[in-house]
């Protein structure tokens, strides 16, 4: 569990493989935007700064968060990709809708996981309210979508290996 005022979004970039020639695809969800975008911005951030050529990295935006599943299915599909990221923001509110979003959006990406041969990297927040999400998309917890990238950039160099 994250502590109060630890920012969780810090790397060694020196222990981080270059990122040249990696391309990257990045699925980003638009319901809860202000959020999505900070998360947007983290992981191309990271991934400019570990070497990442931004002509490598592709956006495309989709919805909702349920809808990551089959943007990143598409983009697995038609694009010659080395990873693909998947942002998004799903917060509780008073109805069952949190969990099966949440539970769908987890076991979709799982599956794609096991369906393609490039890494789906999850980057989706499951918070209880607001303020939680800003704390985690650059705020005081840091930057979620810095750890995405950097999850990614890691697991194209393992599975070049």
Not at 18 to 40: C, H, M, P, Q
Not at 101 to 117: A, P, R, S, W
């Amino acid at each position: 569990m994250a502590t109060e005022n630890k920012n969780l979004s810090q790397y060694d970039k020196n222990t981080i493989p270059n990122a040249k020639d990696f391309r990257f695809g990045i699925v980003v969800s638009e319901w809860n935007d202000n959020v999505t975008e900070g998360l947007y911005n983290g992981v191309v951030s990271a991934l400019t700064d570990c070497g990442a050529l931004t002509e490598n990295i592709t956006r495309w935006n989709v919805p909702g968060s349920f809808e990551l599943i089959f943007g990143a299915r598409q983009m697995h599909e038609k694009l010659e990709l080395d990873a693909v990221i998947v942002i998004g923001c799903v917060i509780k509110g008073e109805t069952m809708h949190f969990e099966f979003v949440c539970e769908g959006v987890t076991q979709g990406m799982k599956d794609l996981n096991l369906l393609y041969d490039v890494p789906t990297i999850f980057c989706v927040l499951t918070d209880n309210n607001m303020q939680q999400s800003i704390d985690r998309s650059g705020g005081k917890h840091g930057n979620k979508g810095v750890e995405a990238a950097i999850a990614a950039i890691k697991m194209i160099d393992l599975n070049r290996k």
